[in-house]
């Protein structure tokens, strides 16, 4: 069993309490699977306002879900497609602050408003996307991005299939 101080008294110091759980967690476990599966359930407790955490793995050119924490998701997303899709053909964070006014966004759950969405590298091959959704509009902001951009630097390594 694990027990984690995360502290939120800043999203500095929450995303560093964070990045050592999670280091913690997936240090010594050489299964991807098993690593995104703790990785989305730790997200999914200790950041507030979520209806969603969770990865969608590059396999075979299109976007295929993996494990998560939430209701039930679209299982395949195409390269360049909805938010994901965008993220990871453009390798870029995309942050977004009212999902019904991104074109072509993906309704899984119809109770999301906002999204982060964060392409997953390693050896410069895109292994697929960290995917956070939340009920509030305009709930992500910079410091939520450069948060889990820090936290998939570092778990990338260990997410290679």
């Known amino acids: 069993m694990y ?9 500095t110091e929450l995303y560093n309490d964070l990045l050592s759980a999670l280091d913690a967690l997936t240090a010594d476990e050489p299964d991807p699977i098993a690593n995104m599966a703790n ?20 396999i075979n050119d299109e976007l295929v879900l993996g494990p998560f924490q939430g209701k039930t998701a679209c299982i395949r997303i195409a390269m ?21 006014a991104f074109p072509g966004h993906i309704a899984c ?37 450069a948060g889990c951009e820090m936290l998939v ?6 997410l290679s299939l």
């Open 80 to 100: 360049g497609k909805g938010v994901c899709g965008t993220a990871a053909s453009t390798r870029e964070t995309q942050l977004v602050a009212d999902v019904h």
């Open 39 to 58: 990785a989305a359930a730790l997200l999914f407790e200790y950041l507030p306002d979520l209806n969603w955490a969770g990865f969608y793995r590059l």
């Open 109 to 145: 759950d119809a109770a999301s408003a906002s999204e982060l969405v964060v392409p997953i590298v390693g050896q410069g091959q895109l292994i697929g996307v960290l995917d956070l959704d939340s009920p509030t509009p305009g709930r992500f902001d910079a410091g939520d991005a």
């Open 153 to 158: 630097r570092m778990l990338a390594p260990r």
């Open 3 to 11: 027990a984690f101080d995360i502290k939120a008294e800043s999203k």
